[in-house]
Every structure is written in C-alpha cells, then in structure tokens.
C-alpha cells in the first residue's frame, strides 16, 4: 500500500549521484532523476550555438572579402577602361593639331616664297635699272636675307614635326 506519503518520496531525487541518476531507497530501488541531468544537454546546447554562431561570423566575413575584392577587380576594370578612352582622345587632339600646324606652316612657306620671288624680281629689276642706287638695292638684299632666314626657320619647323 502505498500512503501519500510514499508516493511523494518516489518523486524525490537522490542526492550527491553524479551521474544523474540515483537509486531511491524507499521505492524499492527504482532509478529517479536528478537535476543534474539537464545541465550537459544546456552546455551542448550553448556550445553549438556558439559554434553556428561563429560559422555565421566567419561566414559573413568570409563573403564581404570576396565582395570587396570582387568590387575592387570591377573597379580597376573601369579605371582603365575610363585611362583607356581619355588617352585615345587626347591621342585624337593631339593629332589634329599636328595637322592643323602642318597646314599652317605650310600655308607660310608658300606665303614667303612669294615674297621672295617678288623680291627677286624687284631686285633683278633694279639691278638693270641704275647702278648708282646701291642704297636701294642694299635695303632689298637686307631683306630677301631676313625673309630667307624667316623661310629656312619654317622649314625646320616642318621638319621637326614629321
């Protein structure tokens, strides 16, 4: 028979087992658990969700690294995509300007070149005229040589560019 009293004790845990689990002396020797059974369950619980946790951590790490060196290979790409196109056109500019310079230069020498035939004529001209006017042909000779010099410095020019 069991009284009120022995069915209580049946629910009571033993003391001082460290297994959890202990034998009852007045149940007549049924195993009852402890409280200290529930505690390796609670430490593996927080061990894993340490361990997920950090997995989480070093996973979400793991991914911004590879995001920023994903980001910055895309950003050198454009760099030199942007280094690339402004180079072709200064390379553009500078060609037409070259070619702008050419054309000038040589639109000079052709200018000059018809000063000096101009001049040749003239001097030829007062050359025949008189021989007592050297002051005049003086002045011409003084600047066919200017205009000479003004025509072999275009040439250099020209040649400097090509």
């Keep these: 028979?069991?009284?009120?009293?022995?069915?209580?004790?049946?629910?009571?845990?033993?003391?001082?087992?460290?297994?959890?689990?202990?034998t009852d002396p007045d149940?007549?020797?049924?195993?009852?658990?402890?409280?200290?059974?529930?505690?390796?369950?609670?430490?593996r619980t927080y061990v894993l969700l340490v361990l997920v946790w950090s997995l989480l951590v070093g996973g979400g790490i793991y991914g911004a690294k590879l995001y920023s060196d994903q980001l910055q290979q895309q950003l050198k790409a454009d760099i030199a995509a942007q280094t690339e196109l402004q180079l072709a056109a200064i390379q553009e500019d500078y060609q037409k300007q070259i070619t702008e310079l050419r054309a000038s230069i040589q639109d000079d020498m052709k200018q000059l070149q018809?000063?000096?035939?101009?001049?040749?004529?003239?001097?030829?001209?007062?050359?025949?005229?008189?021989?007592?006017?050297?002051?005049?042909s003086n002045q011409l000779y003084t600047q066919l040589a200017e205009v000479t010099k003004k025509l072999e410095e275009l040439k250099k020019q020209l040649d400097a560019l090509q």
């Excluded at 009120?4 to 689990?21: A, D, Y």
């Excluded at 149940?27 to 402890?34: A, D, K, W």
């Excluded at 018809?114 to 005049?136: Q, Y």
């Design 1 to 22: 028979m069991n009284t009120e009293l022995e069915t209580n004790s049946t629910q009571l845990p033993v003391r001082g087992s460290r297994s959890g689990i202990g």
């Design 27 to 43: 149940t007549g020797g049924q195993q009852v658990r402890t409280g200290k059974a529930g505690k390796p369950k609670q430490v």
């Design 114 to 136: 018809s000063k000096i035939d101009s001049v040749n004529e003239l001097l030829a001209f007062t050359k025949d005229s008189a021989s007592s006017k050297t002051d005049n």
